[in-house]
Every structure is written in structure tokens, then in C-alpha cells.
């Protein structure tokens, strides 16, 4: 789907014009999500995809899962937790705390492109759209916001259509037939009201119709997550640009 008509066309061009690090550049000691991925990608030149969540005190911090434990060992969720608090617990067996998106939008300052996908366990997803709105606030770097909630591009097309918006899709799941036919109407449906920029689509179901067609019309398709060879193959046959992890 195009972009609003009353929104100037965005420039989309940093979004494929190099691949990106999916959580940062981690593995080999390093932990996903954390500052020292981000500067491992920023050394190899590559762009940054990471994950923020809201905080009890309405805090956009980069973390992945709703919960502390697989990442840091410590119980609990981190939507309970004060971003002064989630800074002074360490990353499993790191150096490294859980950072704020100001903070880590400080450290990349504008280097290399960057992919924020925004988590909204629920459907609600406002409070933490304006916190990514509010640190984004003068940022010069080239960015994106994106979501597997289409309110999220709906948020930023509607109250900051200047930061651009991308919809994250994947079809693994159910696979009756009638399960894959209400999916694939959701799938429909979400694009219909996000209305996004970009799509970042599953690998795995690269080679479907709606990214070929959505790539047909001009729309970029970016693709997660490259882990292998053969993913590599299919995404430069049907995407736009990448976002990897080594193995």
C-alpha cells in the first residue's frame, strides 16, 4: 500500500543500502541488544536492528523479551521495572546493562541506518510509540520504526509521519486451510492499516505473494532473520536487504 497521500513520499534509500545487524553484531561473548553488538556493527559498517519495550516509568529501553530472565538471570518482567533500575542490572555475562534508546541513539549517532522494532505485548501501543517519538526528537541518523502491531505505523503515520514506518510480517504458524486463509486476511488487513513505508518479512515466507506483490509496486521488502546460506539465496532473490545474524 502507498504511503498517505497527503505525506510527501519519504527518501527509503538508507533503508537497503546496507544490511543490518539483527539485535547488533552479538555472539562470539557478545550479548543481543546490547551497546557493544551496537559498536560491533557500527566497526563492521553495517546497519542496527533492535528491539525497545516500555518501562514502569514510560522509558523506551532496547531489550527483546518481556521477561529478565534469559538475558540478564534475574527474575521478573521489565515492564515492571524503572529505567534507573533496568540500568544497573548487567546482560549474562556481560559488562554490559540494559540500555535506553537515548542512550544507544547517542553511541550510534547517526553512523549507520537503524531499524527500531517496537514490542507491544498487547494491543495498546501509544505510550510507547511517544516515548520512541520523544528520543528520536532531533535525531540526524537515518531510522525506522516497525512493528508486527499495525497501530504502530498507524501511530507514527498519524503523529510523526516524519519518522518513517515499516509493518513486520511473518506466515509460520497454523497451517490447516482455513487457518492459513484467516491469516493470510489478517495479513491483508494489517498492511491495509499500517499503510507502511517498508515491509519486514519472514524469511521463511519470502517467496509468498504479498511481499512480491508489495515489492512489485515499489515497496521495499526487507527480510529477517538470515541465519544460513540458503536464506541468503532466497533473500536476494526476493528482498531488498537483510537483517542477518552470523552463526
Keep these: 500500500m502507498p504511503s498517505s497521500p497527503s505525506r510527501p ?14 539485535r ?16 560491533a556493527a557500527i566497526r563492521a559498517g553495517h546497519g542496527i536492528e533492535l528491539d525497545v519495550q516500555l518501562t514502569s516509568d514510560g522509558e523506551a529501553v532496547v531489550f527483546h523479551d518481556a521477561d529478565l530472565k534469559r538475558l540478564t ?26 540500555p535506553t534508546l537515548r542512550s544507544v541513539l547517542e553511541l550510534i549517532g547517526g553512523q549507520v ?13 501509544g505510550r510507547l510509540c511517544r516515548a520512541v517519538a520523544r528520543a ?6 537515518p531510522v525506522a520504526v516497525m512493528g508486527f502491531n499495525p497501530q504502530v505505523a ?14 513486520v510480517l511473518s506466515e509460520e504458524g497454523p497451517k490447516t486451510f482455513t487457518e492459513k486463509l484467516v491469516k493470510a486476511a489478517k495479513r491483508i488487513g494489517s498492511v491495509i492499516i499500517a ?5 519486514a518479512y519472514d524469511v521463511r515466507s519470502l517467496a509468498s505473494s504479498l511481499p512480491r506483490r508489495m515489492r512489485a509496486r515499489g515497496m521495499p521488502v526487507l527480510t529477517w532473520t538470515v541465519r544460513t546460506p540458503a536464506d541468503r539465496e532466497r533473500a536476494a532473490t526476493f528482498a531488498d536487504q537483510i537483517i542477518y545474524e552470523t552463526t
Design 9 to 22: 513520499r519519504p527518501d527509503l534509500a538508507f533503508l537497503t543500502a546496507r544490511p543490518y545487524a539483527h
Design 24 to 39: 547488533g553484531l552479538h555472539g562470539a561473548g557478545g550479548v543481543e541488544n546490547s551497546p557493544s553488538a551496537f559498536a
Design 73 to 98: 538471570g534475574s527474575p521478573g518482567r521489565l515492564a515492571d521495572h524503572s529505567a534507573a533500575e533496568l540500568a544497573a542490572i548487567r546482560l549474562a555475562g556481560s559488562t554490559d546493562t540494559i
Design 113 to 125: 541506518p537503524l531499524l527500531i522494532e517496537i514490542k507491544t505485548p498487547g494491543r495498546e501501543c
Design 136 to 141: 528520536l526528537a532531533g535525531y540526524q541518523g
Design 154 to 167: 498507524r501511530w507514527f503515520r498519524r503523529h510523526a509521519p516524519g519518522i518513517v514506518h515499516g509493518l
Design 195 to 199: 499503510r507502511p513505508d517498508f515491509l
